[in-house]
T-cell receptor
């Protein structure tokens, strides 16, 4: 399949540890997005990449969160010193361009104990 | 400050009847609206969209209505089927800006 893939599918970590979440977008999609969905909440926008640059980082909740994208393809979302409130499903999406339909990956469920 | 609101967290409908999911928005700059459907343990999938130049878009059993003056849109599913049971997210954007999502409405279609 040529859809968006994310790894790991599940991650359990201890409070204070760092985690890295990976997203492989659809080949050729220049735009890549990270969202998170906390329990009972909607999809919260985190960051948007156009190519390797991030014109909109407005959704990152704190400086413990960072993301990068290399080669216009794979992206990693890093959360440092995780807190229990970081527990959520982290979703990645990609699109041909910012005005095009977004295709979502299955998400990574992060649990911080 | 929620720009896209789905005020009903859940909705139950009998199979064969109409499901109506509602969404309100506050940003008058939004010009494109989408509905996504999400099954458990899967990412959301695109369902149907509408541009602000239209007031209705239909695709099979799914129709989206847009009322710009009321800043309101709705998704109608008729007839509803058990496989339609999922969480439905309303989303909106202005040109070249990321989507803003609502909190979702969980639809249960009862056989």
């Amino acid at each position: 399949g040529a859809g968006v893939s994310q790894s790991p599918s599940n991650k359990v970590t201890e409070k204070g540890k760092d985690v890295e979440l990976r997203c492989d977008p659809i080949s050729g999609h220049t735009a890549l997005y990270w969202y998170r969905q906390s329990l009972g909440q909607g999809l919260e926008f985190l960051i948007y990449f156009q190519g390797n640059s991030a014109p909109d980082k407005s959704g990152l909740p704190s400086d413990r969160f960072s993301a990068e994208r290399t080669g216009g393809s794979v992206s990693t979302l890093t959360i440092q010193r995780t807190q229990q409130e970081d527990s959520a499903v982290y979703l990645c999406a990609s699109s041909l361009g910012p005005a095009n339909e977004q295709f979502f990956g299955p998400g990574t469920r992060l649990t911080v104990l | 400050d929620q720009q896209v609101k789905q005020n009903s967290p859940s909705l139950s409908v009998q199979e064969g009847r109409i499901s109506i999911l509602n969404c309100d928005y506050t940003n008058s700059m939004f010009d494109y609206f989408l509905w996504y459907k999400k099954y458990p343990a899967e990412g959301p999938t695109f369902l149907i969209s509408i541009s602000s130049i239209k007031d209705k878009n239909e695709d099979g059993r799914f129709t989206v209505f847009l009322n710009k003056s009321a800043k309101h849109l709705s998704l109608h599913i008729v007839p509803s089927q058990p496989g339609d049971s999922a969480v439905y997210f309303c989303a909106a954007r202005s040109s070249n800006t990321p989507l803003v999502f609502g909190k979702g409405t969980r639809l249960s279609v009862i056989a």
